[in-house]
């Protein structure tokens, strides 16, 4: 992998060769700013619909949170209750389309553009307390009404431990339909998809300013100028453009992951031998899975108060450790994080500005699958399927004061980190 990552697991595990950076003036139909999981899977809806695409990456293709997270693959979104009660029936219907269209969209472009990416069926959402196992089995209930084919499995105390070899929990919700997969392996996978179908994709190529003019944006870099109808913004937290909709709207969260050194076989067998990912149902969560080559790959430790801990593995190991006592002594072989963006309202951050240039992020901790959902989403929108995308832009994007200076993000950290707090006190009754 070349050296324009951050050091994770996921970056040893991968294989993939540097991109050239723009070095000259081009026309495109449309022009993305970002090489996650918002931008990439824009660029393919893009292309497959016969547009041409440029994709412009300020680092290297899935630097950012798209290559970095825990790999889970999760149904739905977070505020979609919100979303629902704000837009009315045709929300409500919206939600109920977007609930697997995410996975159902990775996986048609897994298959269709041949790449693989450690895609394991399997996710289960474990609880704490009598409280949380009864939210989860009305949960339970209500997705199994809606959707009775996608392999849901409640489980109390006793069947769980068998299942994951730990007594940690009270009880947990499975669903088959759910999943995991090797984040950064997608976002290549996609933007090698996307080159396919004639999108190009520069890395090393930060974008230093959007200029609209007449009918049309030129998008800026150091070395090279594209000229587009459209412009899609899909840096999420890294976005240093001031775009007047955008500013104070989120906030950066960080999180963190360690990767153990593969265990061996029986151990994998006695403490989760179907390979499922787990998180557990606190608002300031655990999330964990085995990867393809046998680690453990533990997740958590969110804060919203924009500090990195001084050692991460010394922050997660301990948490791991409640869960599997038995690996005492598992050498930690990678350590790593980075940031995701929770926008204030809850809803993801889904709009335009003016009539040609378009945004979409904050997706607080599910970006693999909303991420996907939303590129998807602007790139059909930009062609005139723009139903969805409608209810989405004109949900209201609550801001900060002065959310475009630095005392603005810094008010709007601290009032996310005290929720998070009454969260996390609520998660422990």
């Not at 430790?301 to 500090?307: F, H, K, T």
């Not at 801990?309 to 948490?319: A, G, M, V, W, Y």
Request: hydrophobic share 40%; net charge neutral.
């Amino acid at each position: 992998m070349h050296s324009g990552y951050p050091g994770s697991w996921y970056q040893a595990s991968a294989q993939e060769t540097a991109r050239p950076a723009l070095r000259s003036d081009i026309v495109a139909d449309v022009c993305i700013v970002g090489g996650g999981f918002t931008g990439l899977s824009a660029a393919c809806t893009l292309a497959e619909a016969g547009l041409s695409v440029v994709l412009l990456e300020a680092k290297a293709i899935g630097w950012g949170a798209s290559g970095r997270n825990g790999g889970q693959l999760i149904r739905g979104f977070v505020g979609q209750e919100k979303f629902a009660k704000y837009t009315g029936i045709d929300g409500r219907e919206a939600v109920k389309a977007l609930t697997w269209a995410g996975h159902d969209l990775i996986r048609r472009r897994i298959d269709e553009y041949g790449f693989d990416c450690d895609l394991t069926p399997g996710w289960l959402e474990v609880a704490h307390t009598p409280r949380q196992l009864a939210a989860l089995y009305h949960h339970y209930n209500e997705m199994e009404t809606s959707f009775p084919d996608r392999g849901w499995l409640f489980m109390g105390a006793n069947e769980l431990e068998s299942a994951i070899g730990t007594s940690r929990y009270v009880g947990g919700l499975l669903s088959m339909s759910d999943g995991h997969l090797h984040p950064l392996k997608l976002c290549l996978g996609l933007a090698r998809g996307a080159e396919g179908l004639g999108a190009k994709v520069f890395e090393q190529s930060k974008v230093l300013d959007i200029i609209p003019e007449q009918h049309k944006v030129r998008v800026e870099t150091e070395h090279g100028c594209v000229e587009a109808q459209h412009v899609v913004m899909a840096a999420n937290v890294h976005h240093h453009l001031q775009v007047g909709k955008l500013q104070g709207s989120a906030s950066a969260a960080g999180s963190y992951l360690i990767a153990t050194e593969p265990l061996r076989q029986e151990q994998l067998q006695a403490l989760n031998p179907n390979r499922w990912a787990i998180c557990d149902s606190r608002k300031v969560c655990d999330y964990f899975r085995m990867s393809a080559d046998g680690r453990v790959l533990f997740g958590g430790r969110v804060n919203y108060s924009g500090r990195k801990p001084r050692s991460i593995e010394d922050k997660l190991l301990p948490r791991l450790l409640k869960v599997w006592p038995e690996l005492e002594g598992v050498r930690v072989e990678y350590a790593w994080g980075g940031r995701l963006g929770v926008p204030y309202g809850e809803v993801p951050l889904v709009g335009r500005v003016g009539e040609n240039v378009w945004y979409g992020g904050g997706y607080t901790g599910h970006g693999v699958n909303m991420g996907n959902i939303v590129g998807d989403m602007i790139g059909k929108a930009i062609i005139g399927e723009g139903a969805v995308f409608d209810l989405f832009n004109k949900m209201p994007k609550r801001r900060v004061p002065f959310g475009h200076f630095s005392c603005g993000r810094w008010l709007g950290q601290q009032a996310v980190s005290l929720a998070i707090l009454y969260y996390w006190i609520k998660d422990r009754l």
